[in-house]
């Protein structure tokens, strides 16, 4: 398709105000460097390319991301910008996001952890003459890698180690590791043995590839290529790989003598191991922001063609716009609100992480994880929405929107499966659940307009549903440890879910609190409200079941929501545009502008010629 570019339409002091909202008063240094970076021709889709070609094109972006990043250490030190360049990443390569995440956070930002920067020449990586991968995920072991088999085995001989994959199922599965972009050390999690002793999982620093291929004893296959941006995915192995002392990433061993190493090691190996992959939390929050930055994209372009692609209208000769039908513009709110929830939770998040003290980790950590979750399972239903609202349209790559739902099924994968780190949190949270404070006092009368009342029922759900999962737990008779947690393991995730929207309506309502504009805080208010009410209609039931509100107030809320939605029906295009996507990206996409019918114009189409240039009909053929 041939795309031509649209004037863009100025935006109001509403949208700016909403920008400011979404953005916040650090965007200059936090958001726009990303921003301008993927406004550049570089980043525009290239049509055509084949899937090895599109995974090569992601590193070639990924020098152009080094080059804005100033020190990449500091980038990777730092919550916010990191998460932010995945925010802006998602938006126009899902590759290249991926591939950013590994080098930035997991390889970089564990050399950081582990006080390698500090002791070990960074140069190669920090100005990309080698590429940083990490390898922990095993075929055989994915959610349970503390039971990964890979060895690390201390030679007392030598003073190093010997890397070694023992089995098919231990071999390190989905890391970047091909030649593809330039040569590649991994940081390698495995088991530290020493004198037949198993000393939990550690990590190595491990050269893997160099300009000629792979080194000695390392294995690299390709896998078969997968769904979503294309990355050079493979099963990596070793056979006896020789690494020098120096290898081991752990905190304190700069200088110190084995012995000692291995005499204060740890003694509960799942800490170890935990303590080991500690840069997931970081990426839990990249990934939540690929989901939050897919999630704007998809619906500034769901929004625009709904604008400008008229359909006929109920008399003859009329045309609407879709965005005129109550069928199509409520789907379009509903997402919005929920993509506004999404962005400011996971402010919050990032600020919570970034400052968080020692004794609090633990409880920063489980917030990190149940916001990834929440996030990227609302984006594949706001991408898969905005993508269905533009019809046929909407399935060509080239119009932008068909890859979002396919980028967020990595995300919801990586760095710990949605389900399984919902449950770690869930069984954490049974007995010691935070008692949800109120953030307002309510109205006298309970109404769906107060949204103070509306966040106090939301509160409720969650609270009665981690009390079922606790009697769940406690009553019946359960032969074993498994059958228990079996009985209330669906009622405790229920209540995380409960718990996640509570936290998306807190984050809203505080982002709505902190507006100056007054048409913007208005509209802000009214969207957050159409978040409260659809999360609240959805567990209604339960709520009139357990007399926490009345049939009267149930009753209320389509109404309630049915109003809402005609209020802010008009102001769609305000709200994305409060995303500011650059013009440079939306004006390549076909759908996103008026006239896109213009891309598949045919020169030699019959619309060409005069009507007294006609030629005499061509006879059918029999």
């Known amino acids: 398709m041939i795309n031509t570019p649209s004037v863009p339409a100025p935006r109001s002091s509403t949208a700016g105000a909403l920008t400011h909202a979404l953005f916040g008063p650090d965007a200059a240094r936090v958001h726009e460097p990303w921003r301008r970076l993927v406004a550049g021709d570089a980043f525009r889709r290239t049509p055509g390319l084949s899937p090895a070609r599109r995974a090569g094109q992601a590193y070639e972006r990924l020098h152009l991301v080094n080059a804005v990043a100033g020190d990449p250490l500091a980038l990777a030190a730092d919550p916010h910008r990191l998460a932010s360049l995945h925010e802006w990443a998602a938006v126009v390569d899902g590759s290249l996001a991926t591939v950013a995440g590994i080098h930035y956070n997991l390889f970089l930002g564990s050399l950081l952890d582990h006080g390698a920067a500090g002791r070990s020449d960074?140069?190669?990586?920090?100005?990309l003459r080698r590429i940083g991968t990490f390898l922990c995920t095993e075929l055989e072991h994915g959610n349970d890698a503390a039971a990964l088999r890979t060895t690390a085995t201390y030679d007392r001989a030598t003073g190093g180690f010997v890397l070694h994959t023992p089995a098919a199922g231990a071999q390190k599965f989905m890391p970047n590791t091909s030649p593809l972009g330039g040569p590649k050390s991994a940081v390698v999690a495995a088991r530290l043995v020493a004198d037949g002793e198993d000393h939990g999982v550690f990590l190595f620093l491990t050269p893997l590839t160099d300009a000629n291929g792979t080194l000695p004893g390392v294995r690299v296959r390709p896998l078969p290529e997968r769904t979503g941006g294309p990355v050079d995915h493979c099963l990596t192995s070793f056979d006896r790989v020789r690494l020098p002392w120096e290898a081991l990433l752990a905190d304190g061993t700069g200088g110190a003598a084995p012995e000692d190493v291995l005499a204060g090691r740890p003694g509960n190996k799942r800490k170890r191991f935990l303590h080991a992959i500690g840069r997931v939390t970081v990426g839990k929050l990249c990934m939540s922001?690929?989901?939050?930055?897919?999630?704007?994209?998809?619906l500034a372009i769901a929004v625009r063609y709904a604008h400008h692609r008229h359909i006929s209208g109920s008399r003859e000769g009329q045309?609407?716009?879709?965005?005129?039908?109550?069928?199509?513009?409520?789907?379009?709110?509903?997402?919005?609100?929920?993509?506004?929830?999404?962005?400011?939770?996971?402010?919050?998040?990032?600020?919570?992480?970034?400052?968080?003290q020692p004794h609090e980790r633990e409880a920063a950590e489980r917030h990190v994880a149940i916001v990834k979750g929440w996030i990227t399972w609302q984006t594949r239903e706001v991408t898969l929405e905005a993508r269905e609202r533009c019809g046929a349209q909407g399935l060509f790559p080239d119009n932008g929107l068909a890859e979002y739902p396919l980028n967020i099924e990595g995300a919801i994968t990586a760095e710990g499966d949605n389900l399984a780190v919902w449950v770690k949190a869930a069984a954490e949270m049974i007995f010691d659940a935070p008692v949800p404070a109120p953030r307002a006092e309510a109205a006298a009368a309970p109404s769906p307009d107060d949204s103070a009342h509306l966040r106090a029922l939301l509160a409720a759900v969650a609270t009665g549903r981690f009390a079922r999962a606790r009697a769940r737990l406690r009553e019946g008779k359960h032969p074993d440890q498994l059958s228990r947690w079996n009985a209330a393991v669906t009622p405790a995730l229920e209540a995380v879910a409960a718990h996640a929207a509570l936290q998306a309506a807190d984050a809203f309502l505080t982002a709505v609190e902190q507006v100056t504009d007054p048409a913007a805080r208005a509209l802000l208010g009214d969207l957050c409200r159409l978040f409260l009410l659809g999360r609240v209609r959805q567990c209604s039931g339960e709520l009139l079941a357990a007399g926490a509100t009345s049939a009267e107030l149930v009753r209320a809320l389509p109404d309630a929501a049915e109003a809402l939605t005609a209020s802010l029906a008009p102001h769609m295009t305000t709200l994305v545009d409060a995303f500011a996507l650059p013009e440079e990206f939306l004006s390549a996409v076909a759908i996103a502008n008026p006239g896109y019918a213009h891309v598949y114009d045919d020169p030699e189409g019959p619309w060409h010629r005069a009507a007294d240039e006609a030629e005499a009909p061509v006879p059918a053929r029999a």
């Open 122 to 127: 960074t140069a190669d990586f920090t100005a």
């Open 289 to 298: 922001a690929c989901g939050v930055g897919g999630s704007r994209a998809a």
């Open 319 to 356: 045309r609407v716009p879709l965005a005129a039908h109550r069928s199509h513009h409520a789907r379009l709110l509903d997402a919005l609100a929920t993509t506004y929830a999404m962005t400011f939770l996971h402010r919050d998040a990032v600020r919570r992480w970034a400052e968080h």
